[in-house]
């Protein structure tokens, strides 16, 4: 009976002892803050009123800066793709895959652990709403890099900004309304879904990028003060998307969650058009300063005090490791972090703070920032600029201070050599099988094109930006494909989307995977316009347009990788159909 009674006394003391674990584990969750990310897209360090921009009003973004801290030089990568594998991962781009913003070279490798992973894992709910432009396929998705919701759109830019085609974990729907304020309606519903949890929130609008749309009274109040269409239009989407900001920052406030949530305000890279920014050299895509310096404010009530200028120099790789300093987290199982935690610098901007090197590339330039100097280099020319005496570069100087210039250079290419080395495997092929994502579009512009004869097969855009097609092919030894990784054999549903005139009816086709084939032929023809787009000036951008899909069989494909090829052995017309993509369904 002792006994008996000894085994209750200690299973109500394991029972006791275990909620009470629970409990704690419970409160310390509840009492870490919540994270709001906004993130826009091609707006520049001058495209805020608080940096001294007379023409333009954002009164929501510099609240933050006002009501928290201001980082005076904060740099990112000079395009989008980048800039956002290293914020989420706190590694340089390089290291995570990414090395473009098209045909595959956007995608972040999955085993890259983001910042949504780390939260997830210590108990907050994960929601990204808007751009994510760092791998379409899963385990790429969001979906698959530790966002629980996901509304808004994979590839580097969109065609149509009112009443368009979104997302929603996979899904697609079709939205209503201005895209940003249908993402800011997504947020604002995630936000309400989990107040009484922590959350973290990454809104990454896609604005000011073209196409140059944005509704009709931003437009007009910009016209007002006498700017011509396209300023009018970038300066009309940034008011906007300060109005969707407020919107957030409101919905806080009537949540009383202001105090408990950490918000930061960024952007991807220099601004998309010649504007004020600063009287800084370059824009987007510069390796100069104004191609990568960009806004940084961070709030948080209580915790942040209101007014502070941090002059020092940081990055993108610093967001994530300030964050997890910031919420006191358990060291998380990262790859190598390039980046360093900026809370010292919150708590007082005025510590002694080490010198430190912020590496840069696009295209064939690579740049380091000190915070003394910027250094730039293109193959064959080497440039030193002072940024405390010439903030505007206006003169190099790499040839008055050799050593400095050769040490740098030194330090660019063993970075940059080491970084390509990574790289030398991608785009990586397009993961097929998942259970997570059974339906796998293989868009156009990330097909490769084996082009026999000259012109003989080519993109709609000769470089192939996002949401491009497949089109000129006029030669039957040229052909598209792609490189798949089937996970799991399997039969499969293989169709195409395509547009194809009536005069250039009748191509017949085969698919091969491996040593397998399926043939089709376009016997339907199907070529509308393209659907309107009410830009407020002409586009760089493909325009959008309705495709059909054609069955064209089932095959089953063995695991691994292989190559997915695409052969017209009959054009009877001028040429064979345009293709947007090819639609792999498992059954």
Not at 376 to 398: H, K, N, Q, V
């Amino acid at each position: 009976m002792q006994c008996k009674r000894q085994r209750q006394i200690w299973m109500w003391l394991c029972a006791f002892f275990t909620l009470f674990l629970f409990i704690c584990g419970c409160s310390e969750t509840m009492s870490r803050p919540n994270i709001l990310l906004i993130l826009t897209d091609d707006q520049g360090w001058g495209d805020v009123s608080l940096h001294g921009n007379e023409i333009l009003q954002t009164p929501n973004m510099d609240r933050i800066a006002t009501e928290g801290a201001r980082f005076d030089r904060f740099f990112v990568s000079p395009v989008c793709a980048p800039t956002r594998a290293s914020l989420l991962t706190g590694r340089y781009h390089l290291s995570t895959g990414v090395h473009g913003v098209t045909r595959g070279r956007e995608t972040m490798r999955a085993e890259e652990i983001t910042i949504a992973e780390i939260l997830q894992e210590n108990g907050y709910a994960t929601g990204i709403f808007g751009k994510w432009h760092n791998g379409a396929h899963y385990p790429n998705h969001p979906n698959g890099q530790g966002f629980d919701e996901f509304v808004g759109f994979c590839a580097g830019h969109w065609n149509n900004y009112f009443d368009t085609t979104l997302e929603h974990n996979g899904d697609e729907f079709e939205s209503t309304g201005y895209i940003a304020d249908v993402l800011t309606d997504a947020a604002v519903a995630f936000i309400e879904q989990n107040k009484n949890r922590p959350f973290f929130c990454y809104v990454p609008y896609n604005t000011p990028h073209t196409p140059f749309q944005v509704p009709d009274s931003y437009f007009a109040t910009c016209k007002a003060k006498g700017l011509d269409d396209e300023l009018a239009c970038v300066y009309g989407m940034c008011e906007n998307l300060d109005d969707n900001i407020g919107r957030l920052l409101n919905k806080l406030q009537d949540l009383g969650l202001t105090d408990n949530t950490i918000v930061i305000f960024t952007t991807d890279n220099g601004p998309n058009t010649e504007r004020y920014n600063g009287n800084m050299r370059g824009r987007k895509g510069s390796p100069h300063e104004g191609g990568s310096r960009v806004p940084l404010f961070i709030r948080w009530p209580e915790h942040i005090k209101a007014g502070i200028v941090v002059e020092h120099i940081a990055a993108h790789i610093d967001i994530l490791p300030t964050l997890i300093d910031l919420l006191d987290l358990p060291e998380p199982k990262t790859l190598p972090l390039d980046g360093i935690s900026l809370a010292p610098l919150l708590d007082n901007p005025a510590i002694e703070w080490p010198d430190r090197k912020i590496y840069g590339h696009w295209g064939e330039a690579a740049s380091i920032r000190t915070e003394q100097y910027r250094f730039i280099y293109r193959p064959g020319a080497m440039m030193l600029f002072d940024m405390l005496t010439d903030s505007g570069e206006t003169r190099d100087i790499a040839r008055e201070h050799p050593e400095i210039t050769n040490a740098l250079f030194r330090e660019a290419a063993a970075w940059w050599a080491h970084a390509r080395q990574l790289n030398a495997a991608y785009p990586p092929a397009i993961p097929v099988g998942y259970e997570n994502q059974p339906l796998v579009v293989l868009p156009g512009h990330e097909a490769l094109l084996d082009i026999k004869q000259e012109n003989g097969i080519g993109y709609n855009d000769p470089n192939g930006w996002a949401n491009d097609w497949i089109t000129n092919w006029v030669d039957s030894t040229s052909y598209p494909f792609w490189w798949i990784d089937v996970i799991d054999e399997a039969e499969y549903d293989i169709s195409i989307d395509y547009t194809c005139s009536e005069k250039n009816l009748g191509t017949e086709f085969k698919i091969f995977i491996g040593n397998q084939f399926i043939e089709g032929a376009i016997t339907e023809s199907f070529d509308p316009e393209p659907l309107p787009s009410p830009d407020r000036v002409p586009r760089k951008e493909v325009y959008e347009k309705v495709w059909k899909t054609v069955p064209v069989g089932q095959m089953t494909i063995p695991e691994g990788k292989h190559r997915l090829e695409i052969h017209a052995f009959a054009i009877p017309g001028d040429m064979a159909m345009d293709i947007k993509a090819v639609r792999i369904r498992k059954i």
